[in-house]
């Protein structure tokens, strides 16, 4: 009897799925994520906050109120939400150096969150630059190895 529970056990052992997290599944190209979700997201952070100077003087680039804010912070979301997506298989070009560009965008995208959340155009002026220090990281690591040529313009 003994034996048969401990063969009972090996079996429903070995039938039960090795991956017992959600069903999540890889759907758009690396590229759609790009242009579809990185590049608009980065851009509104990019645009929110600057110094522009011209002949009749300096003119700061602000969130101008709550909903301009809101837009930032719904742009930082989205921008840390799809660095985890280019972490999922299908997507993820390994499992070591490519995490860890990942995880780069992740932090800064939520350190731009944090700093919209807080109001402070400063503080989403340096995450912004920390922003595209993760982007850069990554491609020059991956993209830049491949022909650019084969990009499509921007
Ligand atoms: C973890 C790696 C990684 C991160 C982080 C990353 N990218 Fe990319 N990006 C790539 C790769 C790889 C390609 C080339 C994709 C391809 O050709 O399929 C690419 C392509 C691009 C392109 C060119 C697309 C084209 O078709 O010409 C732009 C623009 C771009 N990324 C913007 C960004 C911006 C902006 C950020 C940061 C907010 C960012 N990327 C963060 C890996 C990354």
Redesign the pocket.
Known sequence: MRLFLCGLAAILTARAPKETGAPIQSVA???EV??DM??PN?EVVWDSVGTIYTAQGVDEIRPKNNEEWIRVEQSATA?TESANL?MMDGRAKDKDK?YR??IA?REAGAAVHKAAKARNADAVFETGGQ?FE??QG??FE??YT?DPST??S?
Do not use: D, K, N, Q
């Open positions: 190209t690396l590229g790009m242009h990185v590049i980065a921008l280019l490519w560009r990942s965008l922003l993760a982007c990554c491609h991956y993209r491949i990009f499509r921007h």
